[in-house]
């Protein structure tokens, strides 16, 4: 495991920055608006979901 960075960060830069992380990797980094919005989607969607099992149950 190896932390790679290039000269737009310093390390001790990215301390309390939001990421983009994806299956454990971190692929961008996003500004704090942009994190709040997509988690809020995220959340939407996990809501939706619910919502269609619970839909799903009720049929069977």
Do not use: P, R
């Not at 692929?27 to 994190?35: I, Q, R, T, Y």
Request: overall charge negative; some cysteine.
């Amino acid at each position: 495991m190896a932390c790679v960075l290039d000269d737009t960060y310093q390390s001790e830069d990215l301390i309390n920055k939001w990421v983009l992380v994806h299956v454990g990797f971190a692929l961008s980094v996003v500004d704090e608006d942009e994190a709040h919005k997509t988690l809020k989607i995220l959340d939407e969607i996990g809501e939706l979901s619910a919502t269609m099992d619970d839909l799903d149950q009720g049929s069977k």
